[in-house]
């Protein structure tokens, strides 16, 4: 093997880093090969409780520990630690009841987070079941604190967390992460919507650094909250420069949403090159009369994504002749496809379009729910769509110039749970 330049064995191994069984094998090879192997199997983290069913998750890439035996495998190769650069923490309380205390009070979670000091991605979260941040213990909450400070630290997700009693706190010291890249929030909600949070804020106001964001999502019932601290004079953060941009609106205080979410795509009119919006909630029929957002003064943007449960009408969409790729994601009440001539009115309305000559991409989503909701076009579906097949072709008809055109993709797949903040 002395003849292969270890730079191409390096990019060979890179390529199956989301296979930690190939990796295991990889690194059994040669001498050339362990190097690698060892430091892509180790880059991703997954800490759950006993028995967590990643492997059911598309979007779960990484090895799986509980936080016991992670730890002690830190213990015995303290090495290990520098591999680590992607740490998701996920609570699981399927199996164990409402009463489960879960991973994040697990006595050895904060040395865990204290040892790992390249962290580039950190996701904290619950997977079927929103958790109580004002009852995590404090030790865990000063150690998650001191590994958003991390100068390595680009992306932070954090999901499905409630009672977040102090948000301006938590705000800032997301904000206080001086190489924050990438931002998820996702069903999160605070007990204090208020915009100060009293004077033991006072300690964290200074270390505020406004981080320049690249991507951001965010999404559920306090989404409004989230947004006041992003958008504005006093934001926390720099969004002047945001390239990627995902938003789930709900029914709750929609009109606050708009104004917020439409100040932070404002601020970054330069540079925002993908905007994804999704329905959270049931569409008032006053809201087929114009886009929920508006882009027509975008000059980047190459890529929407629409993720809603009926086939939106025509006004809705907000359509920019620098619009390279178009992607519709239909949820569908009890596997019932629209009509033809919803689908036909949108096909004039996109088809028709003379001044986006860059558009080369309608992709077509058709979802089978099952009784299961999914709300990112990163889904790939689960077997079981062939129901929805047969559909394909009428559909396909109902859009004959897009058809024509040779850019139109129509496809049908049962939705899967994906996990939340898995945007980029």
């Known amino acids: 093997m002395g003849h292969i330049p270890q730079e191409l064995i390096d990019e060979v191994i890179g390529f199956v880093r989301d296979d930690v069984p190939t990796l295991k094998t990889c690194a059994l090879v040669s001498r050339a090969f362990f190097p690698s192997s060892r430091k892509q199997t180790f880059s991703r983290v997954i800490l759950a409780q006993k028995n967590y069913p990643s492997s059911t998750h598309s979007l779960s890439r990484g090895i799986t520990y509980t936080c016991e035996n992670f730890y002690s495998l830190l213990c015995s190769a ?6 680590v650069v992607s740490l998701r923490m996920v609570h699981f309380q399927a199996e164990y009841g409402r009463c489960v205390r879960g991973i994040y009070h697990e006595d050895v979670l904060p040395c ?5 000091q390249n962290l580039r991605r950190i996701t ?14 404090s030790a865990f909450k000063e150690a998650l604190f001191r590994s958003f400070s991390l100068p390595s630290l680009q992306c932070i997700d954090i999901d499905q967390l409630e009672d977040i009693d102090r948000p301006w706190s938590l705000m800032a010291h997301l904000a206080g992460s001086p190489s924050l890249k990438r931002l998820s929030l996702n069903w999160i909600e605070y007990s204090r ?9 006072a300690d964290v106001r200074d270390a505020v650094i406004r981080p320049r964001l690249e991507a951001l999502e965010l999404s559920g019932y306090d989404c409004p909250v989230s947004a006041m601290y992003l958008a504005g004079p006093d934001s926390l953060f720099n969004t002047h420069h945001l390239r990627e941009l995902s938003v789930g609106f709900t029914g709750k205080d929609l009109e606050r949403q708009r104004s917020l979410v439409q100040a932070i795509i404002d601020q970054a009119s330069n540079t925002l090159e993908r905007l994804e919006y999704r329905q959270l909630f049931e569409w008032e029929s006053s809201l087929s009369q114009e886009p929920i957002l508006r882009t027509e003064h975008l000059v980047r943007l190459r890529s929407l994504y629409l993720i809603v449960d009926f086939v939106p009408p025509p006004a809705m969409i907000p359509l920019t002749r620098t619009l390279e790729e178009l992607k519709l994601l239909v949820l569908l009440r009890d596997d019932h496809v629209p009509p033809c001539h919803e689908w036909s009115s949108l096909d004039e309305h996109i088809g028709r379009r003379r001044d986006m000559p860059s558009l080369r991409s309608v992709h077509l989503k058709l979802h089978s729910q099952y009784g299961h909701n999914c709300y990112s076009f990163l889904c790939t579906g689960a077997k079981g769509g062939e129901s929805l097949k047969s559909s394909l072709k009428e559909v396909e008809t109902s859009l004959p110039i897009l058809h024509v055109r040779g ?18």
């Open 78 to 83: 303290p090495y290990i630690s520098f591999f």
């Open 407 to 424: 850019i139109l993709s129509v496809e049908a797949i049962q939705v899967r749970r994906v996990w939340s903040g898995e945007f980029n």
């Open 193 to 201: 919507p208020s915009h100060s949070d009293g004077q033991a804020d």
């Open 124 to 137: 904290v979260g619950a997977d079927d079941s929103k958790v109580s941040w004002r009852l995590l213990p």
């Open 112 to 116: 865990i987070l204290d040892s790992l």
